[in-house]
């Protein structure tokens, strides 16, 4: 046992040396120990069924092959069955071929998942159908068993990613990415007019304010699944200035998200309001940025709330207090993240 957690040990320069390398050597090893497997038991001298369950399965998310094997498990037998009560029942010729294409079409999708039908059952079915050798449906379900056992219990295990160092490289291109989009506000705040500053698309926008709840959501998912495996040294470092700064970014997003929308959608005529935005869009955008970098951030987040008290003084009216709600969420948020620092 110790001797597969130094395995596991081993692994951090593998990401050190490149984001593909420990995804290759994974596929390498899964595919490979299957089809060897099988070798060694006898069901056939080229079993590639084994193999196959490695390429097909570790594509995404590692830490879902264990389900994927499972769903994949059951589209091979239903496969199996179906092909070899047809042909035992039909020959092959135009009459079978139907039958079975309805059939396995039919299990495909009773047993899909969230509307995503399981594609295995007819590709099995289809196979077997079109190689009808005795005693090749077993064989083919001996060696299909191998393999999604050994994707299963070892793809999550070897060399899996880190989550931590993941979700810090999600929020670094998201804090960039704001970065960009405030200035643009800022411009645009600076001289209201439909065509001075480019904006993204809707898509676009919405996909910039969504990402910091999709990284929150990723962290939990992939840490939940690490209990089982050595703690990395990194993790309990990484944890802890991480998670506060994510909290950070979906909380103010949605204040953001309001801001850049008021100040796109100003009309163009000249509003001294909106342009006198622009320095105090700028000061809230380095607060918050040296925050999400992992900074204090308490001397920029005191200089933008002069510029907010300045811009409320000359300009009180109700709808100059709409165009700054985004702000003072944002400073109000940012001052809880920075505690007494803050004030």
């Known amino acids: 046992m110790s001797g597969m957690f130094d395995m596991f040990r081993m692994s951090a320069p593998l990401h050190g040396r490149g984001g593909r390398l420990a995804p290759a050597a994974r596929l390498l090893v899964c595919a490979a120990l299957p089809w060897y497997a099988c070798v060694w038991l006898g069901t056939s001298t080229a079993p590639v069924a084994a193999a196959l369950p490695a390429v097909l399965i570790l594509r995404g998310d590692v830490f879902a092959a264990p389900r994927l094997a499972l769903e994949r498990l059951a589209g091979v037998a239903v496969g199996v069955l179906l092909s070899v ?7 092959t010729g135009p009459l079978s071929f139907p ?3 309805v059939c396995a079409c039919a299990g495909m999708y009773l047993l899909g998942r969230r509307g995503s039908p399981n594609q ?3 590709i099995t079915a289809l196979v077997i159908y079109s190689t009808p050798v005795p005693g090749y449906p077993l064989a083919r379900l001996e060696e299909s068993a191998v393999g999604i056992a050994v994707v299963a219990l070892l793809g999550p295990l070897l060399w899996p990613p880190d989550p931590y160092r993941e979700t810090a490289r999600g929020l670094e ?3 960039t990415g704001l970065a960009d989009r405030l200035a643009r506000t800022a411009a645009r705040a600076a001289a209201p007019a439909p065509a001075a500053v480019p904006f993204p698309a809707p ?10 709840y999709e990284l929150s959501a990723a962290l939990e998912h992939r840490t939940g699944r690490l209990l089982l495996l050595p703690p990395r040294r990194d993790a309990a470092g990484a944890a802890g200035p991480l998670r506060p700064r994510l909290r950070l970014a979906a909380r103010t997003a949605p204040a953001l998200q309001f801001l850049t929308r008021e100040v796109e959608t100003r009309p163009a005529a000249d509003d001294a309001s909106a342009r006198a935005m622009a320095p105090l869009i700028e000061a809230t955008g380095r607060a918050l940025d040296e925050a999400l970098r992992g900074g204090s951030g308490a001397d920029r987040l005191r200089r933008a709330r002069e510029l907010e008290a300045a811009h409320r003084a000359a300009h009180p009216g109700a709808r100059d207090a709409v165009l700054r709600a985004g702000i003072h969420l944002t400073h109000q948020v940012l001052a809880e993240h920075l505690g007494p620092a803050a004030h």
């Open 203 to 212: 898509v676009a926008a919405f996909a910039l304010w969504h990402r910091p």
């Open 85 to 91: 009560a047809v042909l035992h029942w039909l020959p």
């Open 173 to 175: 291109e998201y804090r």
């Open 99 to 101: 039958v079975l294409l």
């Open 120 to 122: 295995q059952v007819l």
